[in-house]
């Protein structure tokens, strides 16, 4: 990575690559609500951070660019990625996180969202949220004065898709031009790899039955994105078409948190259940996806998400190191 960019902090130094610096200052104070709120110079520069970030962890070197910041994590839905990454990046960062589940709060005796964003905002530097509903999130923002982190609505999941962005740079040295196959429930972390993905230039392609694709103006946003970036974002109904020379074959439960038991959802998404079939059908070289939790033998086999092809754990690895990137780009360094 480029060090040309040299950002004095103590006896610390920030080095980052030109992509990085380029977008810092932009993301600073900023919050992120979807994939909407970045463009492809930040999505580029929230995944040099991580790669840089990672590489510190690796090395063991301390990196306590957050120091004296706080992260307020307010969750309506449970979480053990979301949650863990962003209470063990911010402590690794040199900061502190301190956990708000919604039903220890006054919401619970009908205090607003606002006034509870309101109060937060005086407390802390940055507030990391999971809303069933992003309407809630939506209102939220109408009292919070710090940056607010989306780890999760309905309709979102764009620190999700960042960090599996993450992975796939990992995994294939870059973004540009891969080809990723998303098969089942067209709902939050397909909106976000749809816009994410589109940003970074890859191409996108989502199979899906009627009535579970995503969002039809997110598919139009995610379209316009990935021609400006030479990507591009297809719906199909064949997942055999969806996987056919993909580098990445992703899915996600067929049933998301806070929605009822629905026989017939799950009838209708059980043909887009990734078996080892569908996988030889990718690239050689084509990885299995997954954002966790799963259900085996309901979304995916068994064999295809302990097999070989499959780089779920490594995904989820992942998440510490964008979920700091994303901490160190809005909330900080320290002064
Ligand atoms: N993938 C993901 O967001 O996992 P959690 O629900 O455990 O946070
Ligand atoms: N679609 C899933 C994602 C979990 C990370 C859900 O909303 O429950």
Same mark, same amino acid.
């Given at each position: 990575?480029? @060090?040309?960019?040299?950002?004095?902090?103590?006896?610390?130094? !920030?080095?980052?690559?030109?992509?990085?610096?380029?977008?810092?200052?932009?993301?600073?104070?900023? @919050? %992120?609500?979807?994939?909407?709120?970045?463009? &492809?110079?930040?999505?580029?520069?929230?995944?040099?951070?991580?790669? !840089?970030?990672?590489?510190?962890?690796?090395?063991?070197?301390?990196?306590?660019?957050?120091?004296?910041?706080?992260?307020?994590?307010?969750?309506?839905?449970?979480?053990?990625?979301?949650?863990?990454?962003?209470?063990? *990046?911010?402590?690794?960062?040199?900061?502190?996180?301190?956990?708000?589940?919604?039903?220890?709060?006054?919401?619970?005796?009908?205090?607003?969202?606002?006034?509870?964003?309101?109060?937060? @905002?005086?407390?802390?530097?940055?507030?990391?949220?999971?809303?069933?509903?992003?309407?809630?999130?939506?209102?939220?923002?109408?009292?919070?004065?710090?940056?607010?982190?989306?780890?999760?609505?309905?309709?979102?999941?764009?620190?999700?898709?960042?960090?599996?962005?993450?992975?796939?740079?990992? &995994?294939?040295?870059?973004?540009?031009?891969?080809?990723?196959?998303?098969?089942g429930d067209?709902?939050? %972390?397909?909106?976000?790899?749809?816009?994410?993905?589109?940003?970074?230039?890859?191409?996108?392609?989502?199979?899906?039955?009627? *009535?579970y694709?995503?969002?039809? @103006?997110?598919?139009? &946003?995610?379209?316009?994105?990935?021609?400006?970036?030479?990507?591009?974002?297809?719906?199909?109904?064949?997942?055999?078409?969806?996987?056919?020379?993909?580098?990445?074959?992703?899915t996600d439960v067929h049933e998301s948190? *806070?929605?009822?038991?629905n026989?017939?959802k799950r009838?209708?998404l059980a043909?887009y259940k990734?078996?080892?079939?569908? =996988?030889?059908?990718?690239?050689?070289?084509?990885?299995?996806?997954?954002?966790?939790? =799963?259900r085996?033998?309901q979304e995916?086999?068994?064999?295809?998400?302990?097999?070989?092809?499959?780089?779920?754990?490594?995904?989820?690895?992942?998440?510490?190191?964008?979920?700091?990137?994303?901490?160190?780009?809005?909330?900080?360094?320290?002064?």
């Amino acid at each position: 990575m480029a @060090s040309s960019h040299r950002h004095e902090l103590g006896t610390f130094t !920030w080095i980052h690559d030109p992509a990085a610096q380029a977008a810092a200052p932009g993301l600073l104070g900023r @919050s %992120v609500l979807s994939d909407l709120d970045l463009n &492809r110079a930040e999505v580029d520069a929230l995944v040099e951070t991580a790669l !840089w970030l990672k590489g510190q962890r690796e090395r063991n070197q301390p990196h306590p660019y957050l120091a004296g910041k706080t992260l307020g994590m307010l969750f309506e839905h449970p979480s053990t990625r979301t949650r863990n990454a962003f209470q063990a *990046g911010m402590e690794q960062l040199g900061g502190h996180a301190t956990f708000l589940g919604a039903n220890e709060l006054q919401l619970t005796r009908g205090e607003t969202l606002p006034d509870t964003a309101q109060i937060l @905002s005086r407390y802390v530097d940055g507030i990391a949220v999971r809303f069933g509903e992003h309407r809630n999130l939506i209102t939220f923002m109408g009292g919070a004065t710090v940056p607010v982190l989306n780890g999760l609505t309905e309709r979102f999941h764009p620190i999700e898709a960042l960090g599996d962005l993450l992975t796939l740079h990992d &995994r294939f040295g870059g973004l540009k031009g891969l080809k990723l196959a998303y098969l089942g429930d067209g709902n939050n %972390v397909c909106h976000s790899l749809m816009l994410s993905g589109a940003a970074a230039g890859m191409h996108v392609v989502v199979a899906s039955p009627e *009535g579970y694709q995503p969002d039809p @103006s997110l598919v139009e &946003r995610a379209q316009e994105i990935a021609a400006q970036a030479g990507g591009s974002v297809t719906l199909t109904g064949d997942p055999h078409e969806a996987v056919r020379n993909a580098d990445a074959v992703y899915t996600d439960v067929h049933e998301s948190m *806070g929605q009822p038991n629905n026989p017939a959802k799950r009838a209708a998404l059980a043909p887009y259940k990734v078996t080892t079939g569908l =996988m030889a059908e990718a690239k050689p070289t084509g990885v299995f996806m997954h954002c966790l939790p =799963m259900r085996r033998e309901q979304e995916v086999e068994a064999a295809v998400a302990d097999g070989p092809q499959s780089i779920i754990f490594e995904q989820a690895a992942n998440r510490l190191h964008m979920h700091k990137a994303m901490l160190l780009l809005t909330l900080g360094p320290s002064r």
